[in-house]
């Protein structure tokens, strides 16, 4: 005698498959992933720090050019001392708990001081020197 087994029965023919959502309520919008998220923030992984590497190097110069024409320029909401501890922070919270957001987030807030530190700078110098050339 032959051993032969019997197919299990499956499906009629034309039936849709049960998915593994099958009997499953219902969920909202999936989220994106995290590699979706990093895709979507790449670029601002290196925009951000340029902008405040070149913001930042801007308010030193304004500093020297302005002292070398004999003003004093100490002015502004974001000295080296507070970008510092905003670009260390982000750094160590990006290290500490992986996010790309909070690092993101340090350079928004540094870009920020340092523009405008930068723009009261040169608006203080400009008037500085404008009075001292309205005196001469």
């Known amino acids: 005698m032959s051993d032969i087994t019997a197919a299990e029965p499956g ?4 039936a849709p498959k049960p998915g593994p959502s ?10 994106p ?7 979507a923030l790449e670029p ?4 951000g720090p340029a902008i405040a590497l070149i913001a930042s190097s801007l308010v030193p110069y304004v500093r020297a050019k302005a002292e070398s024409l004999g ?7 974001g000295p080296r001392e507070a970008r510092i501890v905003i670009l260390l922070v982000g750094l160590l919270a990006w290290a500490a708990f992986g996010e790309n957001e909070l690092y993101i987030a340090a350079v928004a807030v540094l870009a920020a001081l340092a523009i405008v530190t930068f723009v009261q ?11 001292t ?3 001469t």
């Open 44 to 47: 601002l992984l290196w925009i």
């Open 33 to 39: 992933s995290r590699r979706h998220r990093l895709a």
């Open 22 to 31: 099958a009997g499953a309520p219902a969920r909202g919008p999936a989220r």
């Open 11 to 14: 499906p009629p023919a034309g």
């Open 133 to 135: 050339k309205e005196g």
């Open 121 to 131: 700078r040169v608006a203080h110098v400009a008037a500085r020197l404008e009075d």
């Open 71 to 77: 003003v004093s320029a100490t002015v502004g909401p």
